[in-house]
Structures are given as C-alpha cells and as structure tokens.
C-alpha cells in the first residue's frame, strides 16, 4: 500500500548550483544531502520551510554512465522519477509483480537516509519512473 508520495526527484547537472537555485527561486530549503555510490549519485532532499509533506529530491550524477548522467544526456534536467513511501517494499514489489510489473531490482536497495528502494520500469508505469521507498524506522522525515 502506498502511504504518500514521498518525493519528486529531479535529475540536475550541478548539485550546489541546483540548492542556491531552488532558494532564491522558490525558498525551498535542504533537510538532507547524500552521496549515493551504488546509485551514482549525489542527492538533496529540499522541503518548504515547516512542510513535512512530499519533498523534491535532487540528483546530480556522479558518473556519465549512471542513470541521472544518461537521463541528462537524453532529456537534459527534468522530473525524473516520482516517489511513493510504502510501509513494506518486500509486500508492495511482490504484489506490483503479481500484477505484471517489471521491478528493476530483485531486492530493495539503499536509498536517502537509510531508506530502503526499488523502481518499477517506466514502460509499465504510464511513462513514469516510479520509486517504492520504505523509510528507516527511524527517519521522521
Ligand atoms: C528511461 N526512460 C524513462 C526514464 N528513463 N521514462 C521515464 N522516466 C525515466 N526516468 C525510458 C527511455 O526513454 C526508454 O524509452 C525506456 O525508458 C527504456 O529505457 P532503457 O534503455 O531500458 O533503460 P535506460 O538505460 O534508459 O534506464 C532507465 C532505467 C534506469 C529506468 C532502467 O534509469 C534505472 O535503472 N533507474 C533506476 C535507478 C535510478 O534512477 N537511480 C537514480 C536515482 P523509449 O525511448 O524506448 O521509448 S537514485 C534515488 O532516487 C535515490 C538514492 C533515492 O531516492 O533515495
């Protein structure tokens, strides 16, 4: 069961140019920056001031070949993913499966903040990169 969206991720060339953009533009503020190896990426979570709704994530790559670095490369910057918060990926990706979706990993891997992920292909989700996100027990974000 998806319990929220969890974040919008956006794929950016240059990280630091992205935070100081989304500020000035907007006010959002970063709650949280990561470097991803496994993912090849570095990411920040930004949120409005106060608001602990969806969150926007950006994600700059940290090789050509990641997927943020061949998404530039085809799309240039953009929305890039839409993520859901689930309470068990384990159950949500078995039952996705059993609806004939292709999940891109066979187990969850490490995502934000100690977060468990996984990604249902685009091609069986209307065009759209969907992430599962279970959080860390202990993350409150
Ligand atoms: C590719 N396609 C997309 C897409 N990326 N469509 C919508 N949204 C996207 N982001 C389309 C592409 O245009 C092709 O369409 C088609 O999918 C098949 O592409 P492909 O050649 O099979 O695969 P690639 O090489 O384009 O890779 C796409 C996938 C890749 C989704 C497989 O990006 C991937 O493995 N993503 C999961 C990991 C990830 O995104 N990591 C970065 C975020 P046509 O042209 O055939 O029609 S890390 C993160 O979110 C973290 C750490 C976190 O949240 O905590």
Same mark, same amino acid.
């Given at each position: 069961?998806?319990?929220?969206? &969890? ?5 950016? %060339? &240059? ?23 496994? /993912? ?7 949120? %409005? ?20 670095? @061949? *998404?530039? &490369? ?5 929305? /890039? /993913? ?15 499966? &059993? @609806? ?18 996984? *990604?249902?292909?685009? @091609? ?10 279970? /959080? ?6």
């Amino acid at each position: 069961t998806v319990l929220a969206v &969890d974040h919008v991720g956006i794929a950016v %060339a &240059d990280l630091d140019e992205a935070i100081a953009w989304y500020a000035d533009t907007f006010g959002l503020v970063a709650t949280h920056e990561e470097t991803n190896e496994e /993912q090849g990426v570095r990411e920040a979570m930004l949120s %409005a001031p106060g608001d602990a709704g969806a969150a926007v994530q950006l994600l700059a790559p940290l090789r050509p070949d990641s997927a943020i670095g @061949k *998404f530039l &490369d085809r799309n240039g910057p953009g929305i /890039q /993913q839409m993520a859901y918060r689930v309470a068990d990926i384990e159950a949500t990706s078995a039952a996705l499966r &059993d @609806k004939g979706m292709r999940l891109l990993y066979d187990e969850p891997r490490r995502g934000t903040a100690g977060s468990r992920i996984n *990604f249902v292909h685009p @091609k069986d989700a209307g065009g759209v990169l969907v992430e599962l996100v279970e /959080q860390a027990a202990t993350d409150t974000h």
